[in-house]
């Protein structure tokens, strides 16, 4: 079969073909917050060919500081490289978003294998033809806007998992020098629990007090093995922790570089407040409101009715002859306007406002009691630093003395070193509770607590 207009009908394909979708690129991230701004993050190739080896990225081992742990949390978070993978998806969409529709090509064949004359092919009629949709109202343009903020929206998603990501890791780090402390503070209770008792053991046999008093030291004793015990396995547990953070199974870190005892004064909370538009969460919300805003836009245009145009060559095979068809159609936009995509559009965009409110309202909440627990914790660590420890210590000193004279009991002596034990465990929950309350607020304000400080992390 000939068609006389076969050239045309290839032009008309290759012009009504979509457009050619262009490379990815990071439009979608936005600019990371000042906590941990100077640190790498991972990032997933753009093209999904291209597989990424967290064993290219080299684990902590040896001493190990905070800003090590941060830095391979950053690199090797299998949470953090997920959200990455959502942006690039969410990237791709967007190409997709912006390419015209396909033309469709059809054959059609009438009059044939019919009754008499149109028993055969004699009379038959064949058409080959192409149509292609076209979107009116910049259906295709407006589209493209909402698959873009969707990008950029799964960017700040991203970017929230990346300050959580450097939150939790600061955290089980503080949580492991902690951990630490308490072990160093269980192995002296050990050690003085045996001195205690083998004071109270030399008086016992020396006939000077009851051999029940030996009794209770030896409870006492006992009592600081099972501690010794239990701080052993917090803190192997506490070292599993904070290396799941750039997913090891099992540390390969020997030690851990940091002090508790350092400690800067809170700021003010007025300070505080000033900064937390920084935080990811509230910040976010930009993305959202022109998200919402573009499916307006894009439930608008859907109003408009779309044309669909055709045109191709007929056969007649009764006559050997070719002529060009052509059609256009468009549906009459009569009961279907998008009346509802629209208005439930348009109250999205309302409830967003709202939800952005509500948001805004629930982490300056959340910032004033982390400035509370934090500002109650810094004055807790000097009252108990400067006036409860030294005081105890003193009286420990003292009662063991009076009790080697023979001047206090033994129950007096136990008493005193409970005291400074307690002490001891307090300064380490106080402490604990000052660096956990930081890195608190500087998750809710996305950036250092401090603002002079170097935002490349948190620094216990």
Not at 99 to 121: K, Q, R
Request: hydrophobic share 40%.
């Amino acid at each position: 079969m000939t068609f006389r207009a076969h050239g045309a009908l290839i032009a008309l394909t290759l012009l009504a073909g979509g457009c050619a979708s262009g490379p990815l690129d990071d439009s979608a991230w936005p600019a990371p917050r000042p906590l941990g701004q100077g640190l790498e993050s991972i990032r997933p190739p753009y093209s999904p060919d291209e597989a990424f080896e967290f064993d290219s990225v080299a684990e902590p081992t040896g001493i190990m500081s905070l800003r090590d742990a941060l830095a391979a949390a950053l690199l090797r978070s299998p949470n953090l490289m997920a959200d990455g993978y959502e942006v690039r998806a969410r990237e791709a969409e967007a190409l997709q978003a912006g390419l015209m529709p396909n033309p469709e090509l059809s054959a059609e064949f009438e009059n044939f294998g019919g009754s008499g004359e149109l028993s055969g092919t004699d009379k038959l009629e064949s058409t080959l033809s192409l149509s292609q949709l076209v979107e009116l109202g910049g259906k295709r343009v407006k589209r493209r806007n909402v698959a873009n903020r969707e990008a950029r929206l799964a960017g700040w998603l991203y970017e929230i998992r990346r300050i959580d990501v450097l939150s939790k890791t600061a955290s089980d780090y503080v949580g492991l020098l902690a951990s630490e402390r308490r072990l160093r503070i269980a192995i002296e209770t050990q050690e003085l629990a045996k001195r205690v008792h083998n004071v109270i053991d030399e008086r016992v046999n020396a006939g000077k007090v009851s051999p029940v008093e030996r009794n209770k030291a030896q409870v006492e004793l006992a009592l600081a093995k099972l501690g010794l015990n239990q701080a052993q396995r917090e803190v192997m547990a506490a070292r599993t922790r904070l290396a799941s953070n750039w997913g090891s199974p099992d540390p390969q870190f020997e030690s851990l570089v940091g002090d508790l005892e350092q400690l800067d004064a809170p700021p003010t909370l007025d300070s505080l407040l000033s900064r937390v538009e920084q935080n990811p969460d509230l910040a976010r919300w930009a993305a959202e409101s022109s998200l919402r805003q573009a499916e307006v836009e894009l439930a608008l245009s859907q109003r408009r009715a779309d044309l669909t145009i055709s045109g191709g060559v007929r056969y007649f095979e009764e006559i050997n002859e070719t002529a060009f068809v052509a059609g256009i159609s468009m549906p009459l936009m009569v009961f279907d306007q998008n009346q509802g995509g629209i208005q439930a559009a348009r109250l999205r965009v309302l409830q967003g406002g709202h939800l952005e409110e509500a948001n805004r309202v629930q982490i300056r909440m959340a910032l004033v009691v982390a400035f509370q627990i934090l500002d109650g914790a810094y004055f807790s660590v000097h009252i108990i630093r400067d006036e409860v420890l030294p005081n105890a210590e003193r009286s420990f000193e003292a009662a063991e003395e009076a009790f080697r004279e023979g001047k206090i009991g033994a129950l007096d002596l136990l008493d005193a070193e409970r005291t400074l034990f307690e002490g001891r465990r307090l300064l380490t929950d106080a402490l604990t509770t000052y660096h956990l309350a930081v890195i608190a607020g500087e998750r809710l304000i996305g950036a250092p607590l401090h603002e002079e400080d170097q935002p490349e992390g948190i620094d216990p």
